[in-house]
């Protein structure tokens, strides 16, 4: 099956500029999630869809970043403006149910932000 | 508040000796326990995960790990290290605490391999 696809791989821009990533799950997978994972550090989730709802944004800076899942399959994560401290790889998961995680999330490649 | 510590940022091993990672987690409730493999420029790829069933648990590539209630432990290990287990390991938990909705991982260990 093919896995989770995420682009860009990578991504530079300048701080106070806007970015935006896209992730196309597993097909079928009901459960996306948004990670950042700053170098050094375990990933952090940072959102969490059900089909097309939000089931956990509780440590997503909602200020400056935002995510959509139209459709309940594509979905893009947004960071307007970028602060230097964004600079971290955001991967995407997929899974088909999240109830009690005894199905596994599926990771894409990730995006590698640097900010500049 | 569940979480899991990482002890050692980097464990550096020969080709053909054992691998040992550890990991303790917390949680007020019994947790699942999850380790992921990440190789460089790539996603975590899971390794093995522990769901309540046997305390044993097998993962791909001869790893395996062990939960121990009475340590908080679920380490991670395999008799004998080939250069391809060279990568960065991360230990995760989740428990109903958050009705096994969200995983939480640690910080992760680099697993150095020499000739």
């Known amino acids: 099956e093919a896995g989770v696809a995420q682009s860009p791989r990578y991504k530079i821009i300048e701080k106070r500029q806007s970015v935006a990533f896209w992730c196309n799950p597993i097909?079928?997978?009901?459960?996306l999630y948004w990670y950042q994972q700053i170098l050094g550090q375990g990933p952090k989730l940072l959102i969490q869809f059900q089909n097309n709802g939000v089931v956990d944004d509780s440590q997503l800076p909602k200020d400056r970043f935002s995510a959509e899942r139209l459709k309940g399959v594509d979905s893009t994560l947004k960071i307007q403006p970028a602060k230097l401290e964004d600079s971290a790889v955001y991967l995407c998961?997929?899974?088909?149910?999240?109830?009690?995680?005894?199905?596994?999330?599926?990771f894409g490649d990730g995006t590698r932000l640097s900010i500049l | 508040a569940q979480s899991v510590t990482q002890l050692g940022s980097h464990v550096s091993v020969s080709e053909g000796a054992l691998v040992l990672l550890r990991c303790n987690y917390s949680?007020?409730?019994?947790?699942?326990l999850f380790w992921y493999v990440q190789y460089p420029n790539q996603g975590l790829q899971l390794l093995l995960k522990y769901t309540s069933a046997a305390t044993l648990v097998k993962g791909i590539n001869g790893f395996e790990a062990e939960f121990k209630k009475s340590e908080t432990s679920f380490h991670l290990t395999k008799p004998s290290a080939h250069m391809s287990d060279a990568a960065e390991y991360f230990c995760?938990?989740?428990?109903?605490?958050?009705?096994?909705?969200?995983?939480?991982f640690g910080t992760g260990t680099r697993l150095l391999v020499s000739p």
């Open positions: 097909s079928g997978h009901a459960t």
């Open positions: 949680s007020s409730v019994p947790p699942y």
């Open positions: 998961a997929s899974s088909l149910d999240s109830g009690t995680l005894s199905w596994p999330q599926h």
């Open positions: 995760a938990v989740t428990s109903p605490e958050t009705g096994f909705q969200k995983l939480v």
